[in-house]
């Protein structure tokens, strides 16, 4: 069961990062655009960012039944690769958070330093991800 769930857990988190990969690119993209393509494209971040709330929390989720399971099983998840893993999970879920309130705020306000803030925000939530995907592996010995 710790396999699967580990797997599940990992995937989430490669979802995470293809996902913020994508609405990183999309923001580059509609920089240039005008018209119906700006719009398109500002549905297709909504669209991305929506699912990404869904797919943090599944992360979350999946990250404290795989604690769950590994103490079950008498192992431990004191090691310093889980509380890396675990404060950049955090991170990644501060940067979401951070980037939807901006998004938010910049739909209302179209501005050049918001739209700057919520590419820095996506690219955090990037970064976070894969760091977390390679400290996830190395903190449950798959």
Request: glycine residues 10%.
């Amino acid at each position: 069961m710790k396999q699967i769930v580990l797997i599940v857990h990992l995937i989430l988190i490669a979802m995470g990062t293809g996902m913020s990969f994508s609405n990183l690119v999309n923001m580059r993209l509609s920089r240039s655009q005008t018209g119906d393509i700006a719009k398109g494209l500002q549905l297709q971040r909504r669209a991305i960012a929506r699912a990404g709330d869904v797919v943090i929390a599944c992360i979350w989720i999946s990250g404290i039944a795989l604690v769950f399971l590994v103490s079950a099983q008498g192992g431990s998840v004191s090691s310093p690769a889980f509380h890396a893993k675990l404060a950049f999970v955090v991170l990644l879920t501060a940067c979401h958070g951070l980037a939807r309130m901006t998004a938010g705020q910049l739909a209302r306000k179209p501005d050049a330093a918001l739209r700057s803030r919520l590419e820095w925000l996506i690219g955090g939530v990037w970064v976070s991800a894969m760091i977390a995907i390679g400290l996830a592996v190395v903190a449950f010995g798959y």
